[in-house]
């Protein structure tokens, strides 16, 4: 392949990709950051490079996501590793990390219960940011675990302990101070699944029943008995579950109902604690 600039490069990846996607995919396929793109537009990509970024850029073209091409993602001022077989974090599930890390103290030990954790990004992140907690994340598939067991290892994140299992199975009689969960919350057949991203993950994470709200329901009304006294549960979910997620949680003797949009202004974590007289 003849030898072509980093300018060149984007400009004909440009014509095909949205150009932060281009950008993203170069910075990987040289190993370098976006500073350096902009500062040496002359700069010649080897011939192996060059066959490297337009490869991708086809695969991009034809849906595959970024994430999964580069193997990472930006999450909560950290680069987390990921796989097809973990849900790409996304910028709105930072709100959940937010609302968490509101809620714990720093200067004392809480336990915190991460479920559905995936790429280990929101428990990694909620530990990260509070040592002195101690973070259980659980999710029922191996290869999940360990990518989110690698990812604690390259942060250097020790307060986070992962256990394969699905939901509470595993957990035996343990409590926690706050339970935080993205689970799965989409409609079996909602034609959304077929469109962009989501075509390419893990279907498992993704959807969970005729209404989305199997998981959710499950969740809620169970967490009650693994939660102290005054315990918290949030829960993401999707935009328009927000009024049945009170319902449940009301059903479920929790008080303090409340719920948070997303920067966009869209409703997306319910949460409420646990009534200490239940």
């Known amino acids: 392949m003849q ?125 990260k940011h509070r040592p002195l907690s101690q973070v259980i994340a659980v999710d029922i598939s191996l290869e999940a675990i360990e990518i989110a067991s690698w990812n604690a290892s390259n942060l250097q994140v020790s307060n986070v302990h992962f256990l394969l299992g699905k939901w509470f199975d595993e957990l035996s009689q343990q409590k926690f101070d706050l339970i935080v969960t993205n689970p799965p919350y989409v409609a079996e057949n909602d034609p959304y699944l077929q469109q962009g991203d989501l075509r390419f993950e893990p279907k498992i994470a993704l959807s969970a029943g005729c209404d989305g709200m199997d998981c959710i329901a499950h969740i809620i009304q169970s967490a009650a008995k693994y939660l102290v006294n005054e315990g918290w549960l949030f829960i993401e979910h999707g935009y328009d579950q927000a009024e049945a997620c009170q319902l ?28 200490a007289s239940s």
């Open 3 to 127: 030898s072509i600039t980093i300018e060149k490069a984007l400009f004909q990846a440009y014509q095909h990709i949205d150009k932060i996607d281009a950008r993203l995919l170069l910075e990987k396929v040289l190993q370098v950051d976006h500073a350096f793109l902009l500062t040496h537009p002359n700069q010649s990509l080897t011939s192996q490079q060059s066959e490297q970024f337009f490869h991708w850029v086809t695969q991009r073209l034809q849906g595959m996501p970024v994430a999964y091409l580069t193997g990472q993602r930006e999450f909560y001022d950290s680069v987390f590793r990921v796989s097809h077989a973990v849900l790409i974090p996304r910028p709105e599930t930072e709100l959940l990390v937010d609302l968490a890390l509101d809620l714990i103290p720093v200067d004392r030990v809480c336990k915190i219960l991460d479920l559905g954790t995936g790429s280990g990004a929101i428990a990694i992140s909620i530990a």
């Open 248 to 275: 449940l949680l009301e059903k479920a003797s929790f008080n303090k109902i409340c719920c948070y949009a997303d920067l966009a202004g869209i409703i997306r974590v319910s949460g409420g604690q646990v009534d």
